[in-house]
T-cell receptor, first 114, second 110 residues
Framework: KAGVTQTPRYLIKTRGQQVTLSCSPISGHRSVSWYQQTPGQGLQFLFEYFSETQRNKGNFPGRFSGRQFSNSRSEMNVSTLELGDSALYLC?????????????FGNGTRLTVT | QKEVEQDPGPLSVPEGAIVSLNCTYSNSAFQYFMWYRQYSRKGPELLMYTYSSGNKEDGRFTAQVDKSSKYISLFIRDSQPSDSATYLCAMSAEGGKLIFGQGTTLQVKP
């Protein structure tokens, strides 16, 4: 079974621009979560989607948004990029997003904002 | 104070040693506990997933949870150079949202 696939692997953007990251979950998984990983803050939860609905949201500004499609694929968008948005963005999928359903991560998208 | 505390290391051990990695937490609502391994330029890989207090063993890995002390551990027996990675503890109270420790960097020297 293919794992979680994230595209692109690397992105370089300029301050003020916007970016869209893509995630394809493991086949059969209906929950997709997004995390930001930085050396200083570690892994922090952004949001979780299930059946095209955002069920949970972390403590990030509104510039960070996401959506999920009917095939469970998900996208994350960051608008008006800031230098501090430079990070590894990780997508994780699980069967249904409940506690009994462990998360499996992709290899991430490395975003650099200059 | 962070909800989950984990010593970042680095931790360096000789090949064959027993490795002990630990996390403490403050939120008694956490019910599920996980250990992930992350190699450089890769995403976290799920190693162990536990619910209740006690021990869970999988090959060379043993996860231990003590809810009364709010303390979890991961033991690696007969450590190998290929075990060199960052180990992240994670826990959840609500589905889809994990709270991670900072990660411990482990180096196993041949």
């Amino acid at each position: 079974k293919a794992g979680v696939t994230q595209t692109p692997r690397y992105l370089i953007k300029t301050r003020g621009q916007q970016v869209t990251l893509s995630c394809s979950p493991i086949s059969g998984h209906r929950s997709v979560s997004w995390y930001q990983q930085t050396p200083g803050q570690g892994l922090q939860f952004l949001f979780e989607y299930f059946s095209e609905t955002q069920r949970n949201k972390g403590n990030f500004p509104g510039r960070f948004s996401g959506r999920q499609f009917s095939n469970s694929r998900s996208e994350m968008n960051v608008s008006t990029l800031e230098l501090g948005d430079s990070a590894l963005y990780l997508c994780a999928s699980s069967l249904d997003g409940t506690n009994g359903s462990p998360l499996h991560f992709g290899n991430g998208t490395r975003l650099t904002v200059t | 104070q962070k909800e989950v505390e984990q010593d970042p290391g680095p931790l360096s051990v000789p090949e064959g040693a027993i490795v002990s990695l630990n996390c403490t937490y403050s939120n008694s609502a956490f019910q599920y506990f996980m250990w992930y391994r992350q190699y450089s330029r890769k995403g976290p890989e799920l190693l162990m997933y536990t619910y209740s207090s006690g021990n869970k063993e999988d090959g060379r890995f043993t996860a231990q949870v003590d809810k009364s002390s709010k303390y979890i551990s991961l033991f690696i027996r007969d450590s190998q150079p290929s075990d060199s990675a960052t180990y992240l503890c994670a826990m959840s109270a609500e589905g889809g949202k994990l709270i991670f420790g900072q990660g411990t960097t482990l180096q196993v020297k041949p």
